[in-house]
């Protein structure tokens, strides 16, 4: 299965579990909703490049929008974290080594903590850039970040078990 | 240009940041209704508080024209008072104004010339004058109240004693009930005056209206004076002692109404038949 295909079949995959099992289910406290599309822009290949990159998240959460009805949203926000993520890989994984320009960020290829890191401070920046845009008020800004911070977190739980239902080995991209 | 040309090529990635996020931003604030509506609406709060100043800065400069305009109208409304008109019955044809056989009071604009509040006997200066049907003994008043009395005519100007004077003396009542007293100036404070001679069975609490009465001869009936400020009991006589706050302010009076009592002069014949019966 070649990079791209590979790719491809992810995108639906994520948008399908989005749209029609996470965004259909009552949201949680009636107030929380988890986004786990956003791991197919975070698990995107190293090599990719910035301006591809861009292209991609604002194509991809134009799709979102598509589906979830909300024209822009879903791709302003994806488009901030494919701008923030090449500068946070850098600072996260110093060691730019021969081969993991093919690799993806990934637990094994990163490492526990920094890709949780990863992880996190990305989905912070995409839910409370999403937050903010629905709300367009910080309104009481104590509601504003204990709903970005447990959404973080509900989305972060997806995360973790999508990590670990379908294990990504750098190995396999070496072969 | 060529600076400008190699910093974009630079930045390229901000640049294509930027605009996408520009074009994500517009859509978000073009197809959702609850975006767009609240982009309008912050638009029109910014345009709408400026246009509020403007608009503020704009009418100083209508001010005197609609100054003048409010004087008209305030005389012409202040003509058709009722209780400017006796009417001993009502199959009467209506006739030009000031000619109207059953009016009593005729309200006849004037500027303040001049003005003073800090003597013990005060008077005001007003443009009009005997040349324009203004008599001695005539009321004054302002829009918002009492003023005081004419005292002296010549052709084009008269002279008024304010309330603010020794020798006023006007007959008031409370705007809510019985008894009448006189009020006059302590010739102390500007801003008040007294009521005396009220009699204690009337019931009286502070912010009670204080009004002309109809059985002054000069002054319309009704018209508002002051709102009582203190009340103290005048021990010796049974009678009240009423702090008024006056409803004019003296200090930044600048229109008035010379009130003439078309029918002074059969008042006044016939009082006097009364008290020289040779006559």
Not at chain 1, 36 to 55: A, D, E, K, S
Not at chain 1, 73 to 97: D, K, N, T, Y
Not at chain 2, 170 to 181: E, M, N, R
Request: some cysteine; proline content about 5%.
């Amino acid at each position: 299965m070649t990079e791209i295909m590979r790719s491809v079949w992810r995108a639906l995959a994520f948008l399908a579990v989005q749209v029609l099992l996470l965004d259909s289910i009552p949201p949680l406290h009636r107030f929380l909703t988890p986004s786990i599309y956003l791991l197919f822009l975070l698990w995107l290949p190293l090599r990719v490049g910035q301006l591809q990159l861009l292209f991609l998240s604002f194509v991809y959460g134009s799709v979102m929008d598509m589906f979830s009805h909300t024209p822009g949203l879903h791709a302003s926000a994806c488009i901030w974290v494919a701008f923030a993520r090449p500068g946070l890989i850098q600072l996260l994984m110093p060691r730019q080594e021969e081969d993991a320009i093919r690799v993806e960020p990934s637990l094994l290829s990163m490492g526990l903590v920094p890709y949780a890191t990863y992880l996190l401070l990305l989905t912070l920046l995409h839910h409370g850039w999403v937050v903010f845009l629905e709300w367009l008020d910080l309104g009481d800004l104590v509601y504003f970040f204990i709903k970005v911070l447990a959404t973080t977190l509900l989305s972060l739980l997806m995360m973790a078990v999508t990590e670990l239902a379908f294990r990504r080995d750098p190995a396999d991209d070496r072969r | 240009m060529n600076i400008i040309l190699l910093l974009i090529r630079r930045n390229v990635t901000l640049v294509i940041f930027l605009a996408l996020q520009a074009l994500s931003l517009t859509m978000l604030f073009r197809f959702n209704r609850y975006h767009k509506s609240i982009v309008s609406a912050l638009y029109n709060e910014m345009a709408g508080s400026v246009n509020l100043r403007y608009d503020g800065i704009l009418r100083y400069f209508s001010l005197r024209a609609q100054n003048e305009e409010l004087l008209r109208q305030n005389t012409r409304l202040l003509n058709e008072l009722r209780s400017n008109f006796d009417r001993p019955d009502t199959a009467r044809l209506t006739a030009p104004l000031g000619k109207e056989p059953d009016r009593r009071f005729l309200f006849l604009p004037a500027k303040v010339i001049s003005n003073q509040v800090s003597a013990r006997k005060n008077y005001i200066l007003l443009h009009r004058g005997a040349a324009q049907g203004v008599a001695v003994n005539m009321a004054v008043v302002s829009p918002a109240g009492v003023v005081g009395t004419v005292v002296q005519t010549s052709p084009n100007m008269c002279l008024a004693m304010s309330l603010l004077h020794a020798q006023s003396k006007v007959v008031a009542v409370l705007k809510k009930g019985s008894g009448f007293g006189e009020v006059f100036w302590d010739g102390l404070d500007p801003r008040f005056l007294t009521l005396a001679k009220l009699p204690q069975t009337v019931r009286v609490s502070r912010g009670d209206t204080v009004v002309t009465s109809s059985y002054s001869d000069k002054y319309p009936p009704g018209y508002i004076i002051g709102v009582v400020d203190k009340v103290m009991n005048d021990q010796g006589t049974n009678t009240y002692n009423l702090r008024v706050q006056s409803a004019v302010e003296f200090q930044s009076l600048q229109h008035a109404f010379v009130v003439a009592n078309l029918q002074a002069i059969e008042m006044d014949s016939l009082t006097r038949k009364l008290q020289d019966p040779n006559d």
